[in-house]
């Protein structure tokens, strides 16, 4: 069974701070990686999506890679700012069926201080 | 729309009631999913349609969750006899494709409540 950790499970970095987080899933049989952001009571909002026969890719301050064989994903912020405050979802998608599409890991709880 | 949008946003019950909660896709999205997300955790699948052919159902936690699509859009996630362990966030998903490439987009959520 697929199974996805993040840490760490909160940070709290004055602005300014460039950071990264992390992700790491046991099966390295995926299709892609997405990362996602969710703010208190929304829904989720992608940011960020790396095929598996992808290294990395970059959006705006944002930069994610994907290390398929070692099972990880960073996710690298530089210069955040209070508005970057959120949790911070990875989810990978796997090809074997349906049930185990989508997978999510539990999320980094970031706060970016003024 | 240009989102994916859910109602009601916040749903209380009691429990033992039935509850439904809609989602209703990007215009034009295949695929559909939903999800569960207790507090403070990620996202749990739930079930997933194919148009109106629900594919696959093995994340329901119980027979008492049934999902409809039947005509390949708006989707109702339906819980009967509400249990105090079915308060959650539940999400909606859509993506464009069938091969499941490409990006989910997620509506904002149905908050359940159940006292």
């Known amino acids: 069974k697929q199974e996805v950790t993040q840490i760490p499970a909160a940070l709290s970095v004055p602005e300014g701070e460039n950071l990264v987080l992390n992700c790491s899933f046991t099966d390295s049989a995926i299709y892609n990686l997405q990362w996602f952001r969710q703010d208190p009571g929304k829904g989720l909002t992608s940011l960020l999506l790396i095929q598996s026969s992808q290294r990395e890719q970059t959006s705006g301050r944002l930069n994610a890679s994907l290390d398929k064989s070692s099972g990880r994903s960073t996710l690298y912020i530089a210069a955040s700012q209070p508005g970057d405050s959120a949790t911070y979802l990875c989810a990978v998608r796997r090809l074997v069926n349906y049930g185990q599409n989508f997978v999510f890991g539990p999320g980094t709880r970031l706060s970016v201080l003024p | 729309g240009a989102g994916v949008s859910q109602s009601p946003r916040y749903k209380v019950a009691k429990r033992g009631q039935d509850v439904a909660l809609r989602c209703d896709p990007i215009?034009?999205?295949?695929?559909l999913f939903w999800y569960q997300q207790a507090l403070g955790q990620g996202p749990e699948f739930l079930t997933y349609f194919q148009n109106e052919a629900q594919l696959d159902k093995s994340g329901l936690p119980s027979d008492r969750f049934f999902a409809e699509r039947p005509e390949g859009s708006v989707s109702t996630l339906k819980i009967q006899r509400t249990q105090q362990e079915d308060s959650a966030v539940y999400l909606c998903?859509?993506?464009?494709?069938?091969?499941?490439?490409?990006?989910?987009?997620f509506g904002p959520g149905t908050r359940l409540t159940v006292l």
């Open positions: 215009s034009g999205h295949v695929s």
């Open positions: 998903a859509s993506s464009s494709d069938r091969v499941l490439v490409n990006e989910q987009f």
